[in-house]
């Protein structure tokens, strides 16, 4: 068998590319991780699954350090942390209300476990997802009175929620408060930050290790971080969506990252936060370039600034991202159209924040034709439900061309990755052609 996948990724490694996108390590500091750690549960390994000696001493030092009530480590993602802690908290028919910018897992989870779902808005203006409203939150919490609440905090572009509030709030109606924090696992190492779900004490908080510290792709962390939550039941849900075999050197990068930023995180994480806002008003300086910026408020960044937003007038996002890459060997972590997200953390450094100015510099004062702006990967607004999403799920489904199915009931996720957010969910009534690909599975009329 032609072994094309291996031979890609060792050529795409020799291109030494510099990286601003996952995973959080940027091919730094991974040496100790040798392959030949790959094992199984045997003598002195201890099981993920079932921790009593040295995972489960390596997990209790990392609730220390997060400051939780117990933290689990997870080889699934964020994804599969969302999907147990979703099972945990709810049973079928129950409503679950979701920050609309949520990721695709949560809806998977929705449909696993036949819920409810309804949304609370985003803020989305012009391109840009600056998270939900408080007095929105509050307002939909209150008129829906949901088993559960599911928000992202942080979003993809970096923009926090009001946290303290959403959880003083979901505390005085006793509605469990469930948190996204994929993007947010250095929060707990810089008080220059926006503060963690963690740290604000909301009920369940998933993490993920490979996003924004050094962790390998797949590591995360589930914490416990008030008294509701049943913390054995919480765990059996975890253990039902983990593979029985578990990777330990994912574990081991779980371990790792932890004690990584527990040890320099806090250093590192002050030098890249100060290279990347010298960045950001660097570009800033530079004409047709437009940028994202880093506000201060109470002695903390309102937005994390280690999430560089930037765009070249006259250049789409999807075209600047190619040219970064294709031209000057950068790598970005995504676009919404018109912008470039560039993704930082702790492990980056000083040549590599360089080398961006010098290619926008460069790129900017090109021949740049000029194009028409549209912001294809987020939906502003909340299609109108049909049915619930598990119940399109489980409902026949026909392949139509984009033409066709205009004002049909979505049977499939149509959520543009990254970030995964969906634009239709399945059940959703697709009333606009232009967020399509050229095939979509609808539901079949009867």
Do not use: W
């Not at 990967?377 to 984009?402: C, Q, R, S, T, V």
């Amino acid at each position: 068998m032609k072994l094309e996948l291996l031979k890609t990724l060792k050529e795409k490694l020799k291109k030494n590319s510099t990286l601003f996108l996952m995973p959080g390590h940027k091919r730094r500091g991974l040496d100790e991780l040798n392959l030949l750690l790959d094992t199984t549960e045997s003598y002195e390994n201890d099981n993920l699954n079932d921790p009593k000696g040295v995972i489960k001493r390596s997990e209790t030092r990392a609730s220390n350090i997060f400051k939780s009530k117990r933290t689990f480590y997870t080889v699934n993602g964020s994804t599969g942390g969302i999907i147990s802690s979703i099972f945990y908290a709810t049973k079928p028919n129950d409503t679950i209300l979701i920050a609309r910018n949520c990721h695709i897992s949560v809806l998977r989870a929705a449909i696993i476990n036949r819920l409810k779902v309804e949304y609370i808005k985003t803020n989305y203006i012009a391109g840009i997802d600056y998270n939900i409203d408080f007095e929105e939150f509050k307002k939909e919490l209150i008129r829906f009175k949901p088993k559960a609440v599911v928000i992202t905090h942080p979003n993809y572009f970096g923009y926090p929620t009001d946290i303290l509030k959403i959880v003083a709030l979901c505390n005085s109606l006793n509605i469990l408060l469930i948190v996204d924090e994929a993007h947010g696992g250095h929060f707990n190492f810089s008080k220059k930050l926006p503060i963690s779900a963690v740290e604000a004490g909301a009920d369940i908080v998933i993490e993920s290790t490979h996003k924004m510290l050094t962790g390998l792709t797949q590591t995360a962390l589930v914490h416990v971080a008030s008294d509701i939550v049943d913390i054995d039941n919480l765990f059996d849900a975890i253990k039902l969506f983990q593979t029985t075999s578990p990777s330990y050197i994912l574990t081991a990068s779980n371990e790792m990252a932890v004690s990584f930023a527990a040890s320099v995180g806090r250093e590192k994480l002050d030098e890249n936060i100060a290279y990347a806002c010298e960045l950001n008003e660097s570009l800033k300086s530079i004409d047709k370039v437009h940028v994202l910026d880093n506000n201060f408020k109470n002695n903390r960044f309102t937005r994390d600034p280690l999430k560089i937003v930037v765009g070249v007038d006259g250049l789409s996002g999807d075209a600047l991202m190619d040219r970064l890459y294709y031209d000057y060997n950068i790598e970005c972590e995504m676009n919404d159209g018109k912008n470039i997200l560039l993704l930082a953390t702790l492990n980056n450094k000083k040549e590599d924040y360089d080398r961006v100015l010098d290619a926008i510099k460069e790129i900017s004062n090109s021949n740049i034709n000029n194009y028409e702006e549209n912001y294809i990967k987020y939906n502003p607004y909340i299609p109108k439900k049909a049915m619930e999403p598990y119940e399109a799920y489980e409902k026949e489904g026909i392949i139509l061309d984009k033409k066709d199915a205009l004002n049909q009931i979505s049977k499939e996720f149509i959520a543009p990755y990254p970030p995964g957010i969906p634009i239709y969910a399945p059940g959703e009534i697709i009333d606009d052609d232009k967020f399509l690909p050229e095939k979509t599975i609808c539901v079949k009329s009867l």
